[in-house]
């Protein structure tokens, strides 16, 4: 599958293959690895050959990634705030609306890009509201250990 993520104006800002691991009722997961230089976020570094487990909604204002090192071990959940997901048979688009959200391995959550998304004037009211919507539900999962969180160290 083809994986298309658009900044909130709809410009396209990045594209990439995946592969289909199972359709869920409200979506869809993926799986793909990083195929780009080597990116030191502060918090984590993503790595050539780091392996992506994307969850993807077609009813939910996030999605996730489960993210492991080459070698396996869990690195974290890189989970991006964004409008319920297209899908269809070839592709997946979904439209990033700023904030994010870092997972550490122990479960330890960091919000990210809150000044951008406050920043943001070109945000329709629908999705400033699917995007605080959205984040509660995340942070919601995330406190329940459910469907991607479930592999969590405590």
């Known amino acids: 599958m083809l994986v298309i993520k658009l900044s909130p104006q709809g410009e396209e800002k990045i594209r990439y293959p995946a592969e289909l691991s199972a359709r869920l009722e409200n979506g869809v997961m993926l799986e793909a690895s990083w195929q780009h230089a080597r990116r030191d976020l502060g918090y ?4 050539p050959g780091d392996h992506f487990i994307e969850y993807f909604y077609s009813d939910r204002w996030f999605n996730i990634f489960a993210i492991a090192a080459a070698t ?4 974290g959940w890189y989970c991006n705030v964004a409008v319920p997901a297209q899908i269809d048979a070839e592709q997946v688009t979904q439209i ?9 391995p122990d479960g330890l959550p960091l919000i990210l890009d809150e000044d951008e998304f406050a920043a943001d004037l070109t945000l329709t009211t629908e999705q400033r509201q699917g995007a605080r919507q959205g984040l509660q539900d995340l942070l919601a999962l995330l406190a329940a250990r459910r469907e991607a969180f479930t592999e969590l160290s405590l």
Do not use: H, N, P, S
Not at 44 to 47: C, K, M, R, S
Not at 72 to 75: D, H, I, S, T
Not at 96 to 104: C, E, H, K, P, S
């Open 44 to 47: 984590t570094i993503f790595e």
């Open 72 to 75: 396996g071990q869990r690195k």
């Open 96 to 104: 990033d609306l700023l904030l994010d959200v870092w997972v550490a």
